[in-house]
């Protein structure tokens, strides 16, 4: 098992205070020692950072919880490996471009007997794990149904893309974060609860290390940010939890309801 | 313009000091301001860190140097806007995957009238730079020529790719570095040399900043390590100057002929 975690705002944001709870599960509170990795996004680029060694050790998580980069999604993971030895290139999240954008995912679960269903040519894997191996089948089957062009109205891709993540859930346990650089998808398996602060900000106490943000003095008024993680990551405020086969879109923060 | 280097090498290296001395002209002793990026390729998988400030004052950049990344190809490029503004998706080195591998590209010159012969589909550029555009078009002219399964034989494909990059010198200057992670291509239009190490080592000392540097402290009698850059980084070694249309193939740091 690994952990997500996502966030969506409407304006560029840090997520050192999220991040810096969750890389503690990479090796001190949590077993998740096999590698992780985070995306940000700024604008239409994005920057992935990963390390195949524990988060709680990581020189370069150190400087990520140093060094504030400000954007408006994020996708990031830490892994417990279950299928494919511990490597850069088994490491989440992974990103493929399509359309013009870089599209990230990250799997939190395992799969099994997926090898016959899985057929791909388009998008291939680098690594050896079931969770790159139905990112790539995700996006083969995106482009067979909508073709090389970009649909104008996103909701229907992202609404046949959970149609795609019920099919695999029947494969296993399949807790998915994705997104296009725009919009942010949660899809719900087992374990997945979200969060939207918005103003009244009030202060918040991570559960998994001793740390108390006061998001009052770091955010405006208008600032609306969604956190999605496996499990809440702090114990004085209400997460939504999702339940199996739930999923949610979210874009600058807010979400977007079914059509 | 920009700046280019390079590393293949047959054990995994650390480029460190040559990164120190391009860092220096992202600033320094070099114009090139508008953001910097550097590919590590660790196995199969790879690792981009990327910033759109200047490399001499990144912070990225600093860790780099600090943190000894050894890889066994390295993709680097330091930029100097010319089309596209100064941001991330503008940022190179870019990388697509074909083949299950990452596919790893940097561009130094600029390119005029190009819209009408590098027509995309499969693969598109995300941000708007002339480089990004004509990465995405070898791509789609290799894929239309190999199809989707990745050919036996790697040569006759950079062969391929060295008669397109002919094709787009006509339409101005492409100094241009590309890698599938295995092999590492150069190809020179106005400005490109390397180097290959091995023993005996001796000392070299970096142009743009007061660094020596002891090889034969660094190494094994084993290793073989190319680097590749747009101007001699060093002033006490011999660096081979290529031509205009020459291009090289480099894999475990030595060379591979032409068929």
């Not at 016959?116 to 089948?137: H, I, M, N, Y």
């Amino acid at each position: 098992m690994c952990e997500l975690l996502a966030m969506s705002a409407n304006v560029p944001t840090d997520i050192v205070f999220s991040f810096t709870g969750l890389a503690q599960r990479g090796g001190v509170t949590g077993p998740h020692v096999d590698g992780w990795g985070i995306t940000f996004y700024e604008g239409k680029g994005s920057r992935t950072f990963k390390d195949a060694c524990p988060s709680s050790e990581s020189h370069i998580a150190k400087m990520i919880q140093s060094y504030p980069i400000k954007s408006e999604v994020v996708v990031s993971h830490i892994r417990q490996a279950n299928r494919g030895c511990v490597s850069l290139e088994n490491t989440h999240p992974f990103t493929r471009e399509l359309w013009g954008r870089y599209w990230t995912y990250a799997h939190n679960g395992q799969l099994s007997d997926y090898e016959e269903k899985f057929v791909v040519s388009r998008f291939q894997p680098v690594g050896v794990t079931d969770s790159e191996l139905a990112f790539c089948w995700i996006l083969e089957k995106v482009v067979q149904k909508f073709g090389e062009q970009e649909p104008e109205d996103a909701r229907p891709v992202f609404q046949y893309i959970a149609s795609l993540a019920d099919e695999i859930r029947g494969l296993g346990v399949f807790n998915m974060i994705l997104s296009d650089g725009e919009h942010l998808m949660s899809y719900c398996s087992n374990n997945l609860c979200y969060i939207t602060r918005k103003a009244p900000f009030g202060q918040a106490t991570l559960i998994d290390t001793d740390v108390v943000i006061d998001f009052d003095k770091e955010t405006t008024p208008n600032d609306i940010v969604t956190v999605i993680a496996t499990r809440p990551l702090t114990n004085n405020e209400e997460w939504h939890i999702l339940a199996a086969g739930d999923w949610e879109l979210f874009r600058k923060g807010v979400r977007i309801p079914p059509q």
